[in-house]
């Protein structure tokens, strides 16, 4: 079972980036699907998630009206697309699976992908 996160890389403010979650290994269709992030000397942080069924999403205050989370059930993949940039963004970010509990303790963790937003 793996999360294949790709899609970072560097980025100048106010720029946009696409990050993808690609699982294989069996399906998530029946997993909520988020993405986490983790800059240098913090703690990882919760930014969004979306639903098994892709009606239902959530958004940390910091990236909500900027950030928007999608999936595609029939590829096994979930969308992470950043817009508006800031520096501050600058982190690696993991997507993850979980069926309960918390973010931070979820069924499958993906690798992670660097975001560089450069000022």
């Known amino acids: 079972v793996q999360l294949q996160a790709s899609g970072g890389g560097l980025v100048q403010a106010g720029g946009s980036l696409r990050l993808s979650c690609a699982a294989s290994?069996?399906?998530?269709?029946?997993?909520?699907m988020g993405w986490l992030r983790q800059a240098p000397g913090k703690e990882r942080e919760f930014l969004a998630s979306i639903s098994w069924s892709g009606y239902s999403s959530s958004y940390a205050d910091s990236v909500k009206g900027r950030f928007t989370i999608s999936r595609d059930i029939a590829k096994n993949t979930v969308y992470l697309q950043m817009n508006t940039l800031k520096p501050e963004d600058t982190a690696v970010y993991y997507c993850?699976?979980?069926?309960?509990?918390?973010?931070?303790?979820?069924?499958?963790w993906g690798q992670g992908t660097l975001v560089t937003v450069s000022s």
């Open positions: 993850a699976a979980k069926r309960g509990g918390t973010w931070l303790s979820p069924a499958y």
């Open positions: 290994g069996r399906t998530f269709s029946s997993y909520a």
